[in-house]
């Protein structure tokens, strides 16, 4: 797998504050994408980060890449309950199909 | 806004019947995809087609088969459901193929089955 065993991860935060969000893959990629999964809806992409970027920036949000430890992190600064929903990472499967392998999603509760 | 459409919203169904799930999207993409996503929200690919033309088929049971009748349009089936395939099925596309394109998602469908 390109992830590792990790189940969802839960987080609650008050809104107002700052959160990151990490994710890890097990071999290299040249592309990570962010996604954000409000419920009852698709997911929606918020951030696509490529390998040879080390910083992308979105207004509240932030993606960083370090292909080094082979990991990936999203922050989101000043947190609105609006934000609560499951983010996914995303990264290229390097068995050749180029197909996008998403990670198993951290949930984000923002209470006001 | 929703460019990705998907019906039913929500299905429930005895096993052994089969379902019918339809997309459509109106971004004038090439590719499409399903995705599978259990309860514990991981999301797995089962198809995608480039130019109405299969290019992932994950291992995914005989029961499941996509239909493409244009790009605009995947459809998916189901011939005999069993309770495992009790999820949300997710239809994406995007402009290409590749891990380097931005995939947009229809709402999905919900299935239970009974």
Redesign the interface.
């Known amino acids: 797998s390109q992830w590792g065993e990790e189940?969802?991860q839960a987080l609650s935060i008050q809104e107002g504050e700052d959160v990151t969000m990490n994710c890890s893959y097990k071999t290299y990629?040249?592309?990570v994408?962010w996604y954000r999964?409000k419920s009852?809806?698709?997911?929606?992409?918020l951030i696509?980060i490529?390998s040879n970027e080390r910083e992308k920036r979105s207004g509240r949000l932030r993606a960083t890449l370090d292909t080094s430890s082979q990991s990936s992190s999203l922050s989101i600064t000043g947190t609105l309950a609006t934000d609560t929903a499951?983010y996914?990472c995303?990264?290229?499967?390097q068995g050749g199909?180029?197909?996008?392998?998403?990670g198993?999603?951290t949930?984000l509760t923002v209470s006001s | 806004e929703t460019a990705v459409f998907q019906t039913p919203n929500y299905h429930v169904t005895q096993v052994g019947n089969e379902v019918s799930f339809n997309c459509k999207q109106t971004l004038g993409h090439d590719t499409m995809y399903w995705y599978k996503q259990d309860s514990k929200k991981l999301l797995k690919i089962m198809f995608s087609y480039n130019n109405k033309q299969l290019i992932v088929n994950e291992t995914v049971p005989r029961r499941f088969s996509p239909q493409s009748s244009d790009k605009a349009h995947l459809n998916l089936r189901i011939k005999s459901v069993e309770p495992e395939d009790s999820a949300v099925y997710l239809c994406a596309s995007s402009s290409d193929w590749g891990s380097q394109d931005t995939q947009y998602f229809g709402p999905g469908t919900r299935l239970l089955v009974l």
């Open positions: 189940n969802l990629t040249t592309v994408q999964q009852g809806k698709g997911p929606a992409q696509l490529r499951v996914f995303a990264t290229d499967d199909s180029a197909k996008l392998i998403f198993e999603g949930k």
